[in-house]
């Protein structure tokens, strides 16, 4: 049962234009959401994240758009660049009934590729 | 200067043996955790670990435990390795409180033979 979905396991993009990557999610007491970059061979790069009450956060070429009810985000990268082409996850968070922070839920990821 | 580091990187091992995969943070966050990436590679969570309790996913089964001798080291202990247990297994830290983003290490890449 995947609470966190990313449906396109790659995406092909033209450097200097706009990567939108998306993610689906179905439980609907995640309260945080997080995206994450992962190169082969390494650890998961936490990137930007979005509070369950904001709609959008921006972080230098870096936006999430939040849209609740349709339980849906996305990532947009712009302008790509190819040190861009990674695997990005997408994760959520939910409060843990004893206050603390439970582990994420992640989605599978999605290969992003720049095309020179 | 690395702020999640793990030991061994590649780890290689029959079936029925213990190991340790270790993992030290240098970010001075009060949680940690052990996450396993399997073939598919979807990353789970296995465990998170604060000074005040752990919390287990109810699907590890118990040849896994979390051994933490202080707040900047959480060491994952596998007992009785099977064939399914090869994944890549990350370690990540965070301050305590949901939101707060996890960091990683570069993970241990277990094959069981």
């Known amino acids: 049962d995947q609470q966190v979905k990313q449906n396109s396991p790659s995406l092909s993009v033209q450097e200097g234009r706009i990567s939108i990557l998306n993610c689906d999610y179905t439980?609907?007491?995640?309260?945080?959401f997080l995206w994450y970059k992962k190169y082969p061979a390494e650890g998961p790069t936490f990137l930007i994240s979005?509070?369950?009450?904001?709609d959008k956060n921006e972080d230098g070429r870096f936006t999430v758009f939040l849209n609740k009810s349709a339980k849906h985000l996305s990532l947009h990268i712009v302008p790509s660049q190819p040190g861009d082409s990674a695997v990005y996850f997408c994760?959520?968070?939910?409060?843990?009934?004893?206050?603390?922070?439970?582990?994420?839920?992640f989605g599978k990821g999605t290969h992003l590729i720049i095309q020179p | 200067d690395t702020a999640v580091s793990q030991t061994p990187k590649y780890l290689v091992t029959q079936m029925g043996n213990d190991k340790s995969i270790k993992c030290e943070q240098n970010?001075?966050?009060?949680?940690m955790y052990w996450y396993k990436q399997d073939s598919k590679k979807f990353l789970k969570i296995m465990f998170s670990?604060?000074?005040?309790?752990?919390?287990i996913n109810e699907t590890v089964p118990n040849r896994f435990s979390p051994k933490s001798p202080d707040k900047a080291h959480l060491n994952l202990h596998i007992n009785s390795l099977e064939l399914g247990d090869s994944a890549v297994y990350f370690c990540?830290?965070?301050?305590?409180?949901?939101?707060?983003?996890?960091?990683f290490g570069p993970g241990t890449r277990l094959l069981v033979l």
């Open positions: 990540a830290s965070s301050q305590v409180g949901t939101g707060a983003p996890q960091y």
């Open positions: 670990y604060n000074n005040k309790e752990l919390i």
């Open positions: 979005i509070s369950s009450i904001k």
């Open positions: 970010l001075g966050h009060d949680t």
């Open positions: 439980n609907s007491m995640f309260d945080y």
């Open positions: 994760a959520a968070s939910a409060m843990y009934s004893g206050g603390g922070a439970d582990g994420l839920t």
